[in-house]
């Protein structure tokens, strides 16, 4: 199945018609098209980029999956002292390493990220990243893996994938969620509660860290549609929407945009991962159109 590769991106193809786009800028995926198991309809687009998103890599992607690097959120630790919101996986070029799988399975494509001597400059402790990205019929895997290299420090980190679900927002919950423990960060001093709904919507502000969660999740939004995530390696998953207040704010996301997708984030955003010298760890996310 065809690999097509530029200076900027990856776009893969499969032969139903299912296609990903890869910016080589953030390892961004910006699309990804599948058709729906219930009807022969063509290919949909089933994450959302915004019309604004800027794309030539002056700024992070808004939309897709952007990889979130070493750390989740606003900086709270020293050693990030010169680095922005979310670190620097997202806002770094990354470099095509080579095809994986190609098979009538599916298609498969490796990313590489080493610190450059910009970002060794700014972030001391050593590292390198693997990003490998499967499509399959109606399928999506996004498998990040970290590589400590150093003979005698641990590196401490955070990671997560900032999943835009493309999705009617006034239509649109995530399950199952009833009963987890989450930061509400839309709340002074960021308090953990426990979320009582069946399901969960974001038709308000939304910006919740869900803890020990259960690594399945469906976004429905009626008449059979859904997005089954499956992640693994991940404890946190993170829903999230801006609303239109903050969203109208956003100098990259369109007049209207805010109804459009429904965030879910699986990763390590509450916790920090410990990795010993020379260990390697994996963080997984699988999309199904269902």
Known sequence: MPVNTTDSKVVLTHPNGSSVEILLYGATIISWKAPSKLDAGPPAERLYTSAKAFLDGSKPVRG????????????????????????????????????????????????????????????????????????????LTSHLHVDNPSETNTFTFQALLHTYIRANVALSTVTPLKGLTYINKLKPGFPE?????????????????????????????????????????????????????????????????????????????????DLPPGKSWDGQQVLTVI
């Open 193 to 273: 509660e426990v979320e009582e709904r069946e399901a969960v919507d974001v038709r308000e502000p939304a910006d919740y860290v869900y803890k020990s969660a259960p690594g399945e999740y469906e976004v429905s939004w009626g008449g059979g549609l859904a997005i089954e995530i499956k992640a693994s390696g991940f404890n946190d998953v993170v829903i999230w929407n801006p609303g239109k207040e903050s969203g109208q704010k956003m100098s990259d996301l369109e007049d209207g945009g805010w109804d459009l997708f429904i965030c879910v984030e699986p990763g390590a955003a509450s916790y920090w991962i």
């Open 64 to 139: 897709g999956i952007p990889v979130v690097f070493p750390f989740f959120g606003p900086v709270t630790r020293p050693e990030h002292a010169q680095l922005s919101q979310h670190g620097f996986a997202r806002n770094e070029v990354w470099k095509f390493d080579s095809v994986v799988l190609d098979s009538e399975a599916g298609v498969s494509v490796r990313l590489v990220f080493e610190p450059s001597a910009a970002v060794q400059a700014k972030f001391a402790a050593p590292f390198k990243l693997s990003y490998v990205i499967t499509l399959a019929a109606h399928q």
